[in-house]
């Protein structure tokens, strides 16, 4: 029998050539259709993981501008609406005063319209008062006085 000293090089010889077959294997792996398709696949993945990560950092930040510029319009409109409401003005009479359709009259007092300079300066000459320029809050000063919040 031979001793463990005298085997020893038919062991290293053996796994030496597992070895290589296992290293050529899996060097055609790497340069095989399957393996290029997981790799775009994984790239893929990761390309999605990062569009929704970053989508979501964006749609935290982003400003709703449509809801902006309705509260926008919505304080331009307050002191109108307040004066139409205080002389019981129908919005008939906007219509009839300046020639503004009765949709449009609609469409601004409810929101639905944009306002326009040009619609301010009709809503003025038909209740014969002249807007003031508004005044300036930061936003925390607006929440705090408006809605009770100091954030």
Not at 23 to 49: C, G, I, P
Not at 90 to 112: A, C, E, F, N, W
Not at 123 to 129: D, H, K, S, V, Y
Request: no cysteine; glycine share 4%.
């Amino acid at each position: 029998m031979e001793t463990p000293t005298e085997l020893t090089p038919w062991v290293f010889l053996i796994t030496s050539w597992f070895a290589l077959v296992v290293l050529v294997v899996y060097s055609m792996f790497l340069t095989s259709k399957y393996f290029k398709m997981y790799k775009a696949e994984k790239l893929r993945q990761f390309s999605n993981d990062i569009e929704r990560d970053v989508k979501a950092v964006v749609d935290a930040t982003v400003v709703d501008l449509s809801h902006n510029a309705g509260m926008a319009q919505a304080r331009i409109l307050s002191p109108i609406i307040g004066e139409m409401n205080r002389r019981n003005l129908p919005k008939q009479y906007i219509t009839d005063k300046v020639g503004m359709s009765r949709d449009r009259v609609k469409g601004l007092l409810v929101g639905g319209i944009s306002l326009t300079i040009e619609d301010i300066s009709l809503f003025e000459e038909a209740l014969e008062i002249v807007l003031q320029p508004p005044v300036l809050l930061s936003d925390k000063d607006h929440k705090k006085e408006f809605y009770g919040k100091a954030e």
